[in-house]
């Protein structure tokens, strides 16, 4: 089993930064992939980025030049820095892992991220 703890969300004005981060707890020994999701509402949880544990990340068009993630495998922890923020970022942002031979996958509880204009 994994826990995941995220921390960092908030209020924040447009053209502003937050920083997200994920703390995991339990088998971590096991983690692969971690990485945040974002859920708007109405809308349906998509991926905001990805990296691997050996610090390989995909790209997203949405955030590209404006989000990064980072992970330091030492704290079990992943970070998300999110700079440029638009309206439509504003979203609950989950953290995500994928534990395991078979893949296992684990999210956070999540944490409101809110942009205002």
């Known amino acids: 089993q994994v826990q995941l703890v995220e921390s960092g969300g908030g209020l924040v004005q447009a053209g502003g930064s937050l920083r997200l981060s994920c703390a995991a707890s339990g088998s971590t020994w096991g983690i692969n992939t971690m990485g945040w999701y974002r859920q708007a509402p109405g809308q349906e949880r998509e991926l905001v980025l990805s990296?691997?544990?050996?610090?390989?990340?995909n790209n997203a068009d949405a955030v590209k030049g404006r989000f990064t993630i980072s992970r330091d495998n030492a704290k079990n922890t992943v970070y998300l820095q999110m700079n440029s923020l638009k309206p439509e970022d504003t979203a609950v942002y989950y953290c995500?892992?994928?534990?395991?031979?078979?893949?296992?996958?684990?999210w956070g509880q999540g944490t409101q991220v809110t942009v205002s204009s």
């Open positions: 995500h892992a994928l534990v395991g031979l078979r893949l296992e996958e684990y």
């Open positions: 990296i691997s544990r050996g610090g390989n990340s």
